[in-house]
């Protein structure tokens, strides 16, 4: 799916992608504040850990790194591959879109993949992809819908327009999104308290199958835009007013 295995901001033609598949995401549970804001910050505080360490430490070269950063947060790759068992399970800490007023960029990936998010007090994720998002009917003690709307897609070159379709995750919850291989997706949190624990059942065949120089999940990663965008292109939790509602 790759030009070039190893290259970590390969682009891929946003107008001529088409997704191979539709993105189905889980309404799992709402917590009180207090509970929500103890599991976030608990997991949270593993991949800071880790940084740090890897600060004071760095990895010798040869040796697998399990601190490394995506676009949308740092990662502590909690559950490393091995020889017949090529899987692996990262914790993302999330960047503060608002903070950082930079939004990640659209992209996809070389095998799917299972993510649980989960938001803390005051803060919401907005997840999008080019293809409607499928969301599953909610489990018990979910309070309501989930928000969903489109717009367009920021950054896009000259005269190419593609619909941008949208999910909110309120505060203080838990979703989970199966990823099929090769479909859009986009993660942005708005808010301090966001974390993702996410399983990877494939990536790591294309590792050790073309012998890539050290394990780099950005190396798994194609992305369609060439620049991130400013964080009110991500921000909003609603459709913009002149932008009607799936």
Same mark, same amino acid.
């Given at each position: 799916?790759?030009?070039?295995?190893?290259? %970590?901001?390969?682009?891929?033609? +946003?107008?001529?992608?088409?997704?191979?598949? !539709?993105? #189905?995401? /889980? =309404?799992?549970?709402? &917590?009180?504040?207090?509970?929500?804001?103890?599991?976030? %910050?608990?997991?949270?505080?593993? +991949?800071?850990?880790?940084?740090?360490?890897? !600060?004071? #430490?760095? /990895? =010798?070269?040869?040796? &697998?790194?399990?601190?490394?950063?995506?676009?949308?947060?740092?990662?502590?790759?909690?559950?490393?591959?091995?020889?017949?068992?090529?899987?692996?399970?990262?914790?993302?800490?999330?960047?503060?879109?608002?903070?950082?007023?930079?939004?990640?960029?659209?992209?996809?990936?070389?095998?799917?993949?299972?993510?649980?998010?989960?938001?803390?007090?005051?803060?919401?994720?907005?997840?999008?992809?080019?293809?409607?998002?499928?969301?599953?009917?909610?489990?018990?003690?979910?309070?309501?819908?989930?928000?969903?709307?489109?717009?367009?897609?920021?950054?896009?070159?000259?005269?190419?327009?593609?619909?941008?379709?949208?999910?909110?995750?309120?505060?203080?919850?838990?979703?989970?999104?199966?990823?099929?291989?090769?479909?859009?997706?986009?993660?942005?949190?708005?808010?301090?308290?966001?974390?993702?624990?996410?399983?990877?059942?494939?990536?790591?065949?294309?590792?050790?199958?073309?012998?890539?120089?050290?394990?780099?999940?950005?190396?798994?990663?194609?992305?369609?835009?060439?620049?991130?965008?400013?964080?009110?292109?991500?921000?909003?939790?609603?459709?913009?007013?002149?932008?009607?509602?799936?």
């Amino acid at each position: 799916m790759k030009e070039s295995p190893d290259h %970590e901001d390969e682009i891929l033609d +946003v107008e001529r992608h088409q997704d191979p598949s !539709r993105n #189905r995401l /889980t =309404p799992v549970v709402q &917590l009180p504040p207090d509970v929500a804001l103890s599991v976030v %910050e608990a997991l949270a505080r593993l +991949v800071r850990a880790a940084h740090r360490t890897e !600060r004071e #430490r760095p /990895t =010798p070269d040869g040796v &697998l790194r399990q601190a490394q950063e995506f676009e949308e947060g740092d990662v502590f790759m909690l559950e490393p591959p091995f020889e017949g068992y090529f899987a692996d399970r990262y914790l993302m800490d999330f960047y503060d879109t608002a903070e950082r007023d930079i939004c990640s960029r659209m992209h996809l990936h070389t095998g799917l993949r299972f993510v649980r998010m989960m938001t803390g007090p005051e803060t919401t994720i907005r997840v999008s992809s080019l293809s409607p998002i499928s969301v599953r009917p909610a489990t018990g003690g979910w309070a309501g819908p989930m928000n969903t709307f489109t717009d367009a897609l920021p950054g896009t070159p000259a005269g190419v327009h593609r619909e941008r379709h949208n999910v909110i995750v309120p505060p203080n919850s838990w979703v989970d999104m199966q990823i099929p291989r090769g479909v859009s997706h986009q993660f942005n949190a708005v808010g301090p308290n966001a974390v993702i624990d996410s399983v990877h059942p494939e990536e790591s065949i294309e590792t050790l199958r073309e012998g890539m120089s050290g394990y780099r999940m950005m190396a798994q990663t194609i992305f369609l835009a060439k620049d991130k965008s400013p964080a009110s292109t991500c921000a909003d939790t609603t459709a913009p007013a002149d932008t009607p509602h799936p």
